[in-house]
């Protein structure tokens, strides 16, 4: 069942007060008023369209796959744009709005923290700011989703700070920082969403051939485009940031990969050159170790001669590696 919340300038009407096809008259004669409808039912979406006659095509965008967008209708304006959810997990979902005469009808199937901003703007509005008619409130709407991600960015661009001095820390080893770059990338991406669809709104808005807004607002719009090009701007340098600090963590980490597989290469060349040096040493070993009377152990001078053999294969290999530059590395050291 959908939950409704009906607030004028004057305070909230208590849902008992009123039903959907009673809306026109619990509000009349109280001026601007705001009509939050969360997760809509059918009988949302026939009170849309039969009784506020609002466009289908509109309509039915809130109850499939709803996209940024701002247009103009006979008898009302349509808006939507994303906003941060409030559940556990960070993104954004579409927060649809229709203006009609004094009445703004916001439509949305989650919790959105911005909206409650909006009551107590709402609430806490003067008189001559109310006098501007309900392209203000469409202004302060927009503008608390956007102030909603000022300080969650704040908090992204500390995140990322920590980040780069674990990745350019040369002391310690940090855990899970592919992860966390990966998760800031992640969040940033949906912040974006949200921040980049406010900024093409209010671009819109500001487009005196569409007619979308009254010029008493036109200010205040500007305004708002303008923290919302701020945001972008910071939203992108934020993604970069984070960008470059993945790139430069993966690097390091391909660099220690090297080094590690070039120590493996220097051992495995040492163990190579020793078993190279020791094979014919064996094999002359096991041919004049062999219990046979006929080894000629005379022609060869005996014990001595045979381990002047094997030292004289042994220096002739080692001067062969030397020349072809096996044993330079061992020169360095």
């Not at 008023?33 to 009988?43: C, F, G, M, Q, V």
């Not at 500001?206 to 303008?226: A, E």
């Not at 945001?231 to 590690?260: H, P, Q």
């Not at 040492?270 to 152990?297: H, K, Q, R, V, Y």
């Amino acid at each position: 069942m959908a939950e409704l919340r009906l607030q004028t300038a004057s305070g909230i009407i208590d849902t008992e007060a009123f039903t959907l096809d009673t809306i026109a008259d619990a509000i009349k004669g109280k001026g601007l008023a705001w009509l939050d409808i969360k997760r809509p039912d059918n009988s949302v979406k026939d009170f849309l369209l039969d009784v506020m006659q609002f466009d289908e095509l509109a309509v039915e965008d809130i109850f499939g796959h709803a996209d940024t967008t701002a247009m103009k209708f006979s008898n009302h304006r349509f808006v939507v744009v994303n906003a941060r959810d409030a559940d556990n997990r960070l993104d954004t979902e579409p927060v649809a709005i229709f203006l009609s005469g004094d009445l703004i009808i916001t439509v949305r199937h989650t919790s959105i923290p911005a909206l409650m901003k909006f009551r107590r703007r709402f609430k806490e509005a003067e008189d001559d700011e109310l006098a501007l008619g309900i392209d203000f409130l469409l202004y302060e709407m927009l503008d608390a989703i956007a102030d909603d991600w000022q300080p969650i960015l704040g908090s992204y661009s500390k995140t990322l700070d920590e980040l780069e001095f674990c990745v350019f820390d040369p002391e310690e080893k940090y855990d899970n920082l592919l992860e966390g770059l990966h998760d800031l990338k992640r969040h940033l991406r949906e912040a974006s969403k949200s921040i980049e669809s406010l900024h093409t709104v209010t671009l819109r808005m500001l487009n005196q051939k569409l007619k979308l807004i009254s010029s008493g607002v036109t200010l205040y719009f500007s305004d708002l485009n303008q923290l919302c090009t701020a945001l972008v701007k910071r939203a992108n340098n934020y993604s970069a940031g984070a960008t470059s600090t993945r790139d430069t963590y993966l690097s390091n980490i391909s660099m220690e990969l090297s080094k590690s597989n070039a120590q493996l290469t220097e051992v495995m060349t040492t163990l190579t050159i020793i078993g190279a040096i020791m094979l014919p040493l064996t094999l002359i070993a096991g041919i004049f170790g062999m219990n046979n009377e006929d080894l000629p152990l005379e022609m060869v001078g005996g014990f001595w001669g045979i381990i002047s053999m094997m030292t004289i294969f042994a220096v002739s290999m080692l001067v062969m590696f030397w020349r072809r530059g096996w044993l330079n590395n061992f020169a360095k050291k």
